[in-house]
């Protein structure tokens, strides 16, 4: 139950005075308070809510996708006020709450969820054509032999293992910034990084905290990405 604050004004003026921040500020705790979230990491912005382009955002929803945790709002408009923010928010895998509208939360999986479904809805629709256009020129259609001489093969497995490489290959490179951020603070051991990584509450791999060993392996596979 963590959650990643994220507060945001329009001018630098309200930056300096921390006009604004205070109110949002409050509907976050009170919010989390309720829900019994713990935050665990705020981030600021001082940027409009047209502008797509805005780091602190995507720091905060990387932070939230790390940790697991909820990205919480104190109005759905410190987000944006357009809809720009939908493929920021799908791409960061991370979920969402504002105090305000705590419903949109459900709204936006809604709204994912049926944009998912008409693309599903789309490749059925052209496989199925192109299934009947191999059939009327002739093409014999399916395996008669079943799956097993392709389980045989192991293709089955060996495109399993690709898509779950790629899966670890993209986790370490989002935790590489947050190692290299844990060695210039200090931490030079892996026992240390380990510490750092958990102190930001960071999950491991599998869930859980991290040890030594974990942090021995992250640090080899991006030694073979880099």
Not at 154 to 176: C, M, T
Request: one cysteine or more; hydrophobic letters at 45%.
């Amino acid at each position: 139950m963590k959650a990643v604050a994220y507060y945001r004004v329009s001018t630098a003026a309200q930056g300096r005075s921390g006009l604004g921040l205070e109110a949002q500020r409050a509907a976050v705790a009170e919010l989390c308070a309720s829900r019994g979230l713990e935050i665990i990491a705020e981030f600021t912005e001082v940027e409009s809510g047209r502008k797509a382009d805005r780091p602190e955002l995507s720091e905060a929803l990387r932070r939230a996708k790390l940790t697991g945790a909820t990205l919480v709002v104190a109005k759905l408009d410190r987000l944006s006020r357009s809809v720009a923010f939908l493929s920021t928010l799908q791409d960061s895998g991370a979920k969402f709450i504002a105090a305000d509208m705590p419903e949109a939360n459900e709204l936006t999986v809604h709204i994912l969820a049926a944009v998912a479904q008409a693309e599903r809805k789309a490749i059925s629709t052209r496989t199925r054509e192109a299934l009947r256009a191999a059939k009327a020129r002739g093409v014999r259609l399916g395996n008669p032999n079943g799956a097993a001489p392709l389980r045989r093969a192991g293709k089955g497995n060996a495109a399993a293992l690709k898509a779950r490489k790629a899966v670890i290959d993209s986790r370490a490179r989002e935790l590489a910034g947050e190692v290299a951020e844990l060695r210039a603070a200090g931490a030079s051991s892996l026992r240390e990084i380990a510490a750092g990584l958990n102190e930001r509450r960071i999950e491991a791999p599998r869930g859980g905290e991290w040890h030594p060993s974990g942090v021995r392996r992250l640090l080899n596979r991006l030694e073979v990405l880099a």
